[in-house]
């Protein structure tokens, strides 16, 4: 299971095409939200959470993914940062060896719970400087250094949740996915 953790302020195209591809390759994945109700987008764009992130949740909840996915906007960046809850499960997810996946100003999440200091990274540009002691490889879309998969921003997003489709499902879905979608890169 794959979960998109969300606030208000999120990057829409970063979560809902990630959200869409993953269903695509037949993966289960979920947007999840800090707070019940709808959650409203960078951009205005309103959806209501496939599941709700409760402290009490949060062991068994862990348990249950393969991966945890992080979208960026800077609003949504700022809420996940400091909530404890969010990063009880970040640590956990890591902890757990499960994945690891943000893009655009998402790294910066990890990078403060230093989950990416030494690893090679993107993010969005000119965030370089809030990644810690991360490598931040500036001219890549997508990379993957270990369980930890960052990307650079919503024009990054089919290069990314391709690779997330890759990893949790193979090459040969990622390629279905990316001709069903006629994505060319």
Known sequence: MVAILL?????????????????RAGINA????????????????????????KESDIAVFGKELDMLVLAGGINNVNTLRDAPEAKKLITQTAADGKYLA??????????????????????YPGMESDMGNANVQT????????????????????????????I??????????KNEVHYQD
């Not at 606030?7 to 269903?23: I, K, P, Q, W």
């Not at 979920?30 to 496939?50: F, M």
């Not at 943000?102 to 719970?113: G, N, R, Y």
């Open 7 to 23: 606030a208000n302020g999120f990057e829409s195209a970063e979560a809902l095409v990630t959200l869409d591809l993953l269903h």
């Open 30 to 53: 979920y947007l999840t939200a800090l707070n019940q109700g709808e959650i409203v987008s960078a951009n205005g764009v309103v959806v209501k959470a496939d599941r709700v992130l």
């Open 102 to 123: 943000a893009i655009c100003a998402a790294p910066m999440i990890l990078a403060k719970i230093g989950l990416t200091d030494n690893k090679n990274i993107t993010c």
């Open 139 to 166: 001219d890549s879309k997508v990379v993957v250094d270990a369980k930890v998969i960052t990307g650079q921003g919503p024009g990054a997003v089919f290069d990314f949740a391709l690779k997330l489709v890759e």
């Open 168 to 177: 949790l499902k193979g090459e040969e879905t990622m390629q279905r996915v």
